[in-house]
C-alpha cells in the first residue's frame, strides 16, 4: 500500500501558532508530513531560509507524538511547491484557511497545481484562536515597534525573542523592512 505523503509548504517567515495548529489537524490523515520551507518571490524575507528551517525543526520536534499521528520532518526547497511534491512523491499539498478571501485564491492555486502536476490539495481551516493571524501582520507589529510580547497567544515564545533580538538591532531586516516600507 502506498504511504500517503503531504507537503505543507509556505515561506513560514515567521512560523506562527497558526501554522503548527494547521499542522497539527493535518497528522492524522497522512502517513507523513513535510513541511516545506520556501521562497516566495513576492516577499521580502525577514529570517534567512535557515533560520526558518532551524525555528521550524525545533517548534515540529517538541510536538505531541504518537501512533495514529503523522511523523513531520522539515525541509528547505527551492522552486515550484509542485516539483517540490513531485521530487518527494507526495500525493496531496495542505494548505490553511483561515477566512474567505484565503479559500478564493488557494482555491484557484489548487486547481492549476492538480492541473500542472497531478497534485490534489486538502484545506484545512485553521483554529478560529487564528482566523486573523498573518505572518505579514506579524512582521508590521515587529518591524513597526509594537509590542511583540501582545502577540504570545499566537506566537511561539522562540519565535517572540528572535523578534525582540530583531527589534534592537539597527542593522536587523526587520528595522530595514520597516524603513523600506516593505513589511507586509
Not at 64 to 81: F, I, M, N, R, S
Request: net charge negative.
Amino acid at each position: 500500500m502506498k504511504e500517503h505523503i503531504a507537503i505543507y509548504a509556505g515561506s513560514f517567515d515567521p512560523i506562527t501558532n497558526g501554522h503548527l495548529d494547521v499542522l497539527q489537524r493535518a497528522r492524522g490523515m497522512f502517513d507523513r508530513i513535510l513541511l516545506g520551507i520556501g521562497h516566495n518571490p513576492d516577499k521580502p524575507s525577514l529570517f534567512a531560509i535557515e533560520e526558518r528551517e532551524e525555528m521550524a525543526q525545533e517548534l515540529v520536534s517538541a510536538l505531541e507524538q504518537g501512533p495514529d499521528l503523522a511523523e513531520v520532518t522539515v525541509h528547505a526547497y527551492k522552486g515550484l511547491t509542485v516539483d517540490f511534491a513531485r521530487s518527494e512523491d507526495a500525493s496531496a499539498l495542505i494548505r490553511g484557511i483561515r477566512n474567505v478571501t484565503d479559500l478564493s485564491g488557494e482555491c484557484q492555486l489548487a486547481i492549476t497545481n492538480r492541473q500542472v502536476a497531478d497534485v490534489e490539495t486538502v484545506f484545512i481551516v485553521t483554529g478560529e484562536s487564528y482566523a486573523f493571524t498573518s505572518s505579514g501582520l506579524i512582521r508590521q507589529v515587529a518591524g513597526l515597534g509594537g509590542d511583540i510580547d501582545r502577540l504570545r497567544s499566537i506566537v511561539p515564545k522562540s519565535v517572540i525573542e528572535r523578534l525582540r533580538t530583531m527589534q534592537t538591532d539597527p542593522d536587523s531586516p526587520l528595522r530595514r523592512m520597516a524603513r523600506d516600507g516593505h513589511v507586509d
